[in-house]
């Protein structure tokens, strides 16, 4: 079985600030996705960057970039320039691409971004 | 289309009664899926449904759950004979049959078992 482990509960950083949200996984799989998402308070769960295993590039998205490890099974999310539309709760998540691709996810980082 | 659709957003409910929730996915997504989030931790799985049949479920999905997806399109979550232990939100996504992997969640229904 898979698992994702996200250590810290809450960040907390200033606007225009970087900040990295850890996350690490376990699984014996060798081909798989892994994603980061953000729940705003009180809205659905959006997709913010996703990798796919296979390759080695880290993936970007705007102010948002991954630092992947493969060998070491981590997946870190960092934010550049924060603005306060980042608060929210982040989670890391795992999926296996062949199968049902259910998603397993860690328990969460609660980030606030302030003025 | 604008999303995945969850009815209802809120509801509360006594021990011991029967609730339903129902899902909308994307109109040309054939994958749906279930989670339960319980407070201050991730989702997880509850089941999943490629078209109209019910492929995977969790072994958190007690014989008192029951999902259905008549015709590939919409989902129900029904939960019988409710505890307290079942007050959480529980999230819909859907996802199109592809290596893509990315998954669309709906804003959830929020259960709260008094």
């Known amino acids: 079985a898979q698992t994702v482990t996200q250590s810290q509960p809450e960040m907390s950083v200033q606007e225009a600030e970087t900040v990295t949200l850890s996350c690490t996984y376990d699984?014996?799989?060798?081909?798989?996705?892994l994603f980061w998402y953000k729940q705003p308070p009180s809205r659905q769960m959006i997709l913010v960057i996703r990798q796919e295993a296979y390759k080695q590039q880290n993936a970007t998205e705007n102010r948002f970039s991954v630092n992947f490890q493969k060998a070491a099974k981590s997946f870190s999310l960092k934010i550049s320039d924060s603005q306060l539309g980042d608060t929210a709760m982040y989670f890391c998540a795992f999926m296996k691409v062949q199968g049902a691709q259910k998603l397993v996810f860690g328990q969460g980082t609660r980030l606030t971004i302030n003025p | 289309d604008t999303g995945v659709s969850q009815d209802p957003r809120h509801k509360i409910t006594k021990r011991g009664q029967n609730v339903t929730f129902r899902c909308d996915p994307i109109s040309e997504h054939n994958r749906l899926y279930w989670y339960r989030q319980t407070l201050g931790q991730g989702p997880e799985f509850l089941t999943y449904f490629q078209n109209e049949a019910q492929l995977e479920k969790s072994r958190l999905l007690s014989d008192r759950f029951s999902a259905e997806r008549p015709k590939g399109s919409f989902s129900t979550l029904e939960i019988q004979r409710t505890e307290q232990g079942d007050s959480a939100m529980y999230l819909c996504?859907?996802?199109?049959?592809?290596?893509?992997?990315?998954?669309?969640f709906g804003q959830g229904t929020r259960l709260t078992v008094v």
């Open positions: 699984t014996s799989e060798n081909n798989y996705y």
């Open positions: 996504a859907s996802s199109l049959d592809r290596a893509t992997g990315e998954a669309f």
